[in-house]
């Protein structure tokens, strides 16, 4: 389970310029992979820092599902920079890549010892991001995640915890796609936590599931509607405070299908949603029919409105659809669970 911290967030429209005033006395390591570079976002941060007369050093080419050695490389240049700040510029992979740098810098041993179990996190840098991804959540954590050995291993280091968060919307004007998944990813969130919570909690899933709905109907008609992408980030900081256990391990299923097949997670949630909600109507139809009332109004169907939603959103709704072709075998082999196998094998037809 993901522990969560308690960041400043900085939310809204130009909120990125109040970045100096944060940094102010530090000298910073920028840490990014390509899209901040294609979207302009690091050269506004460079030009922000500079002209408040702000060090900073850059290390880029950080890829998604960060490996050891993107760590150790920025551990170097860390040291050999004097940086004493990291800052993450993008999505939650890269904001990882940040949290294992700023808990290397004062180990002198072999950083891989932490996520082995051998060796236990001391003292960090201060750690904070801008975020472009909604739907990440990670800015509200302390997990560091990286990919060893081909598999994805998290610890969790409050010492290297978020001091803060800038969600800017004017720094998520992303396409059609990468919108509406992260859109949908916290959707599923929001109705994954509804599943198992009581009043009040379900009260605050269903206001999540209802303003992550406005947004993408906002949005769909324009991509650029500043005021839909504010609701979105807070949307997503919402969702992920949400008290939810996942019960199912269907989330976790997701992240998993997402990483072994290189799908965003809200492709890999959407592709395999429909399939789980006829399960979920088979268990406990009397659930989703509270949820689909509280969400939608009196008399509908959440299988319905499901539909219509990955239509509008022009989403996969099976693992076919998402371009995946994948064998029995092979979809039996991403879980021990058959609850879940029998949901990958009829998301699969």
Not at 47 to 74: A, C, D, M
Not at 220 to 247: M, Q
Request: glycine fraction near 6%; include cysteine.
């Amino acid at each position: 389970m993901k522990h969560q911290s308690t960041p400043q967030i900085l939310l809204g429209p130009d909120s990125l310029q109040q970045l100096p005033a944060l940094l102010e006395g530090h000298k910073v390591l920028l840490v990014h992979a390509h899209r901040p570079v294609e979207d302009g976002l690091l050269e506004q941060v460079r030009v922000l820092l500079t002209s408040h007369h702000i060090q900073h050093e850059n290390l880029g080419q950080i890829l998604p599902n960060p490996k050891y050695r993107s760590v150790k490389r920025g551990i170097r240049h860390c040291r050999r920079t004097d940086c004493d700040f990291i800052l993450s510029l993008g999505g939650g992979s890269t904001l990882q890549c940040a949290r294992g740098i700023a808990l290397g810098i004062r180990f002198k041993g072999d950083i891989r010892s932490f996520w082995t179990g051998k060796s236990r996190p001391g003292k960090a840098l201060p750690v904070a991001c801008v975020l472009t991804n909604p739907a990440t959540g990670d800015e509200l954590t302390d997990a560091c995640t990286l990919v060893l050995k081909g598999k994805q291993r998290t610890i969790h280091a409050p010492q290297a915890a978020c001091r803060f968060a800038i969600l800017d919307p004017r720094l998520s004007i992303l396409p059609w796609y990468p919108t509406m998944n992260q859109g949908f990813a916290l959707y599923v969130r929001a109705f994954a936590a509804a599943l198992s919570s009581r009043e009040p909690d379900l009260t605050a899933c269903v206001d999540v599931m209802k303003r992550v709905l406005e947004c993408i109907r906002s949005l769909s008609t324009d991509l650029s509607d500043l005021e839909a992408r504010s609701a979105l980030f807070e949307a997503g900081v919402l969702s992920h405070k949400l008290k939810s256990t996942d019960p199912t391990g269907f989330i976790q299923l997701a992240q998993d299908l997402a990483f072994a097949c290189s799908l965003p997670e809200g492709t890999a949630l959407s592709s395999l949603f429909p399939a789980w909600l006829h399960s979920l109507a088979r268990t406990d139809n009397e659930r989703l029919e509270t949820i689909a009332r509280l969400v939608y109004g009196n008399g509908t169907d959440l299988l319905t409105q499901t539909s219509q939603l990955l239509g509008d959103m022009k989403l996969a709704g099976s693992l076919p659809e998402a371009g995946l072709s994948l064998s029995r075998k092979e979809l039996k082999s991403f879980t021990d669970s058959r609850y879940l196998q029998k949901i990958l094998l009829a998301a699969n037809k």
